[in-house]
C-alpha cells in the first residue's frame, strides 16, 4: 500500500497542535502546582518566599518556552522499506530503529484533547524478551493515524513474503514440511539402547 502522506525515505512530523497539547498540559500543571505554592507562600506571610517562588515559576516558565519549540523541531519519524526509524530530543537526543518483522502490534490511542486537536498517537510494538508486547515507538501527533497504520501493517506483509517468514509474530518460516529433527547419529544411538533394552527384558 502505496501512501500519499507517508511515502517511503520521506521524513515526516507530528502535527504542529501537539505543540497546543503541550502548552495544554503544563498551564494545567502550573495553575495546580504553582498555584499551591503561592498560596503556601502568601499565607506563611514571608515575603522574601513568595518572590522566590513567583521568581522560581518564571524560570520554569521560560525554560519550557524555550524547550517546546526545540523539542518540536528536533522530532521525525520515517518509514524505509524494511525499518521504521524515529529521532527526538533536544538536551537528551534519542534514535531508534525497529524492522517491520519484529513489529507485533500497531495501536492507535486518542485522549479527549487529541480528539479535540484532530490527531491521535500511535504506538509500535514488539515482542520483548520475556513475550509481553512493549511500546518500541510512540509516533505522537499523527492526524492519518488510520492510514499509517495500514501503511505500516503493508510494509509488515511484504517484509515477510520477502523473507519467508508466517504471518505469526514470531517470524516462524513455514513450509509445509516436517524437518528431521533428530540427527542421524543420535537416532542409531537411540536404536542401540531400544535393542539392549528388548534384550534386558527378554531374559
Not at 501537539?18 to 499551591?36: D, K, P, S
Not at 533536544?90 to 484532530?118: C, H, K, S
Not at 511500546?135 to 497504520?149: H, K, P, Q, S
Request: net charge positive.
Amino acid at each position: 500500500m502505496k501512501s500519499s502522506h507517508f511515502p517511503l525515505f520521506t521524513p515526516f512530523k507530528p502535527s504542529p497542535s501537539i505543540v497546543t497539547l503541550f502548552h495544554t498540559l503544563f498551564a494545567f500543571l502550573m495553575i495546580i502546582i504553582g498555584g499551591i505554592l503561592l498560596i503556601v507562600a502568601y499565607f506563611s506571610e514571608l515575603p522574601l518566599l513568595l518572590v522566590g517562588i513567583a521568581i522560581l515559576l518564571l524560570v520554569v516558565i521560560a525554560v519550557y518556552l524555550f524547550w517546546v519549540g526545540k523539542y518540536y523541531k528536533s522530532i521525525f519519524f520515517e518509514l524505509k522499506d524494511d525499518e521504521v526509524t524515529w529521532k527526538r530530543g533536544l538536551w537528551f537526543r534519542q534514535t531508534g530503529i525497529v524492522p517491520y518483522d519484529r513489529i507485533t502490534n500497531i495501536d492507535i490511542y486518542q485522549g479527549p484533547l487529541m480528539r479535540l486537536l484532530g490527531f491521535s498517537l500511535i504506538k509500535l510494538q514488539t515482542a520483548g524478551y520475556s513475550g509481553q508486547a512493549k511500546a518500541e515507538i510512540t509516533m505522537e501527533g499523527i492526524v492519518e493515524a488510520e492510514e499509517l497504520r495500514e501503511t505500516v501493517r503493508s510494509m509488515i506483509r511484504e517484509t515477510r513474503r520477502a523473507t519467508g517468514a508466517g504471518d505469526g509474530t514470531t517470524g516462524a518460516v513455514v513450509t509445509g514440511q516436517v524437518a528431521t529433527a533428530i540427527p542421524s547419529g543420535l537416532a542409531e544411538d537411540v536404536r542401540a539402547i531400544r535393542n539392549m533394552l528388548e534384550k534386558m527384558a527378554n531374559k
